[in-house]
């Protein structure tokens, strides 16, 4: 079945990088996702990665995909108070549904 | 930039009534999608719609629940009779289909008194 999992809780200070990590159990998964959940509002789409893929960058934000290890994670560069927010991971099968891990919340230090 | 938008942001209403939830997907979008969060909880799929059918739905969407795209630009989520558990923020979501970017709308927060 699909399972994903994250930490709950990172604390980061101001200026550094933070790194969201996400498990998941499903080897047939051909999408991951990030989602930013900021309080009270919906979820934006970051970035995904094509699972045959082992890194994506978009700017401050840089995607690792170890597929042997069923491991995703999240690397934001110079973490800035704006970066809090709940950061979802999720799978798909192309079309398909997702399916969302527990989410973490990054709590920025200043 | 194109958005998906989700009307009321919030509703109110008493256990046993029926409530209908409204989404505009993005307009040229093909496959559409609702999902539930309850307070602090994860994101829950519960039914995808393509081609003016379901194409999957999860345990969650039982009898009570249903979907319809009633015209070429909106589409909505029903709830028969509500229970006090069916309280959660409830999340429309569209895809293009040639790329695999799925767009959230910002959410209807129900709450079932």
């Known amino acids: 079945g699909e399972d994903v999992e994250q930490s709950l809780f990172l604390s980061v200070r101001e200026g550094d990088s933070s790194v969201i990590n996400c498990t998941y159990t499903?080897?047939?998964?051909?999408?991951l996702y990030w989602y930013k959940q900021e309080p009270g509002a919906g979820l934006q789409l970051l970035t995904y990665i094509f699972s045959n893929m082992d890194m994506k960058q978009d700017q401050r934000l840089t995607v690792l995909l170890n597929k042997k290890d069923k491991h995703l994670s999240l690397r934001i560069a110079d973490t800035q108070t704006g970066d809090s927010a709940i950061y979802f991971c999720?799978?798909?099968?192309?079309?398909?549904?997702?399916?969302f891990g527990t989410g973490t919340r990054l709590t920025i230090i200043p | 930039e194109p958005e998906v938008t989700q009307t009321p942001s919030h509703q109110v209403t008493q256990m046993g009534q029926e409530v209908i939830l409204r989404c505009v997907p993005i307009s040229n979008h093909l496959y559409f999608y609702w999902y539930r969060q309850i307070l602090g909880q994860k994101v829950e799929f519960l039914v995808s719609f393509y081609n003016n059918e379901i194409s999957e739905k999860s345990e969650i969407f039982d009898d009570q629940f249903s979907v319809e795209r009633p015209d070429g630009s909106n589409f909505t989520l029903k709830i028969r009779s509500t229970k006090l558990e069916d309280s959660a923020m409830y999340f429309c979501a569209s895809l293009e289909g040639k790329t695999r970017e799925q767009y959230f709308g910002p959410g209807t927060r129900l709450t079932v008194t």
């Open positions: 499903d080897s047939s998964s051909t999408y």
């Open positions: 999720a799978e798909s099968f192309g079309n398909e549904k997702l399916t």
